[in-house]
């Protein structure tokens, strides 16, 4: 990226007058296309009603599946969107059938709320969690992860990015 290119994304960004920003992956600065676009779409709400703002702009929000479809090379149905990515998360979670005796591995740096849900399901289900220890890096250890497998785990989760740390653990090989 040029300096051009960087002077406009700094001047569609009216956050960045006042500060430097480097939280991108948790809660990026809005530019200003997009916030004009939610505080349009929500005055609008404000002066017709929820469902009725929805099937006003039903064909604009729609086109959004398709672009992000194009954009990951997938098909607009699918393509499922959700509030925050901890929500997303979530739903494809508990979507899992799990059963006594099955194991879930996981890196020791994974988000608290992931943590829970694994919890939740070794109260329920008798499902065991268990930390992959970290290599000398403080990524997941490949080499303990592989030592791990076998028939019983039934999900390896890994935060691939957390937004805390600026760890970066390896999901490619995981």
Not at 131 to 144: A, F, R
Request: charged share 25%; glycine share 6%.
């Amino acid at each position: 990226m040029d300096s051009d290119q960087l002077s406009v994304i700094r001047s569609e960004t009216p956050g960045l007058e006042n500060v430097i920003h480097l939280n991108n992956a948790g809660a990026s600065l809005m530019p200003q296309s997009v916030l004009e676009t939610m505080t349009g779409y929500l005055e609008l709400e404000s002066e017709v009603g929820g469902y009725e703002a929805f099937d006003a702009r039903r064909e604009e929000l729609d086109t959004f599946y398709g672009a992000a479809a194009r954009l990951i090379g997938a098909r607009p149905e699918e393509i499922a969107f959700a509030e925050s990515a901890t929500r997303a998360w979530q739903l494809a979670f508990y979507s899992l059938k799990f059963s006594e005796g099955d194991r879930i591995l996981t890196s020791r740096t994974e988000y608290a709320s992931n943590y829970i849900s694994y919890l939740q399901m070794s109260r329920k289900y008798g499902v065991s969690v268990e930390p992959v220890p970290n290599d000398s890096s403080g990524q997941i250890s490949i080499e303990e992860l592989e030592k791990r497998l076998d028939e019983r785990v039934k999900l390896v989760a890994l935060t691939h990015i957390p937004t805390n740390s600026g760890l970066i653990n390896p999901a490619g090989e995981v």
